[in-house]
């Protein structure tokens, strides 16, 4: 089953509960929605990015707003730098985001694996360029800082795709702390803001990777939204403080899943999805989505035999949502 048909299936079936694709439930700030009203100037900018965008980014990152470059999304910030480093040796970590194939696929590039071990931890051993998601999609697992060490120590550059930084439940440790010079980091809004439509992330990098990064811009979309970018950098402020509400709301779910979903998975240490282990993954989504809920099959994900269930409804919601899948996938 590829993703286009799984999400055909779910289209058709219209099931009482959605857990599938990463589409955050929570509210986004009012603060934004508010400035997003306001904006009337809908003018190119620099491909780059708007300064003010670049310097809101560069505070939070504590880095040179020359060293960060508006994208039109973090997909797109994970395009233009696997097209960057199209020529080296890349390699991914399994299970994977599935975008990561979707983008080499149409580069015409090979990503090779290297399998997650123990809690979804892997070794670092290879040479390469690591494109790396932590907090993991799907597994939610969050690299310990030896690991990251271990990460910068063997990689030739990093791609560090961290969409979900402000999603922890424990401690966050990004490479570029540890090596800035050979990390690039693609930042998201979608999530953290809950605007997945808006299309506005951000790249930082050192300054050579960013203009080029730039360069794809200008070959692609040009320049990310400007309306977009405007409203995001009048709201960057407010990060620390959604950081810390949704990571509590997304906890709670968390907390909720450990005590009502009778089945196996990793605690996951940031991000909203759980991994469980099911046995027969496509049967599961089948029987789940019958029961009235849809949630992915691993195998999408390089993992047969487990399934991703993306904890966007609230508490109440997903109660009702994990007693049908513990009916539907065996657990009871
Ligand atoms: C790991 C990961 N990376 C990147 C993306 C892309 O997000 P966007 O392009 O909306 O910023 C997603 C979206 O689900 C994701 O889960």
């Known amino acids: 089953m590829d993703f286009s048909l799984v999400l055909r299936r779910i289209g058709e079936a219209a099931p009482r509960h959605r857990l599938d694709i990463g589409d955050p439930d929570l509210p986004p700030p009012p603060e934004l929605v508010e400035a997003l009203r306001g904006g009337g100037d809908f003018r190119y900018g620099p491909s780059e990015g708007l ?64 399998e997650g071990g123990d809690g979804w931890i892997p070794n670092f051993a290879e040479r390469g360029v690591y494109v790396v998601n932590y907090p993991n999609n799907p597994t939610g697992a969050v690299l310990p800082r030896g690991k990251v060490r271990e990460l910068v120590d063997v990689a030739e550059f990093v791609i560090s795709d961290e969409i979900y930084r402000d999603i922890v439940f424990t401690e966050f440790v990004s490479p570029a702390e540890l090596s800035p010079s050979s990390v690039a980091v693609v930042y998201s809004f979608s999530k953290v803001f809950s605007v997945p439509g808006l299309r506005v992330g951000a790249v930082i990098a050192p300054r050579d990777i960013a203009r080029e990064v730039a360069r794809f811009n200008r070959a692609t979309v040009n320049v990310a939204p400007t309306p977009a970018q405007r409203a995001v950098a009048s709201v960057v402020h407010l990060l620390p403080r959604r950081s810390r509400e949704i990571s509590q709301a997304y906890l709670r779910r968390v907390e909720l899943a450990s005590a009502e979903l009778r089945l196996r998975f990793t605690r996951p240490g940031g991000a909203f999805y759980l991994f469980p282990w099911v046995g027969d993954d496509v049967k599961c989504f089948e029987s789940a989505l019958e029961a009235g809920v849809s949630i992915l099959p691993g195998s999408l994900y390089g993992r047969g035999g487990y399934v991703r269930i993306a904890l966007v409804e609230p508490e109440e919601r997903l109660r009702e949502a994990f007693s049908a899948i513990n009916k539907a996938c065996g657990g009871g």
């Open 51 to 114: 300064p003010e965008f670049r310097e809101a980014v560069a505070e939070v990152f504590k880095a040179d707003p020359g060293e960060v470059v508006a994208v039109a999304g973090g997909r797109h910030g994970l395009a233009a730098l696997m097209w960057i480093f199209r020529k080296r040796r890349l390699l991914t970590t399994s299970p994977f985001y599935p975008g990561y194939f979707d983008i080499a696929g149409v580069f015409g590039l090979e990503l090779g694996l290297v």
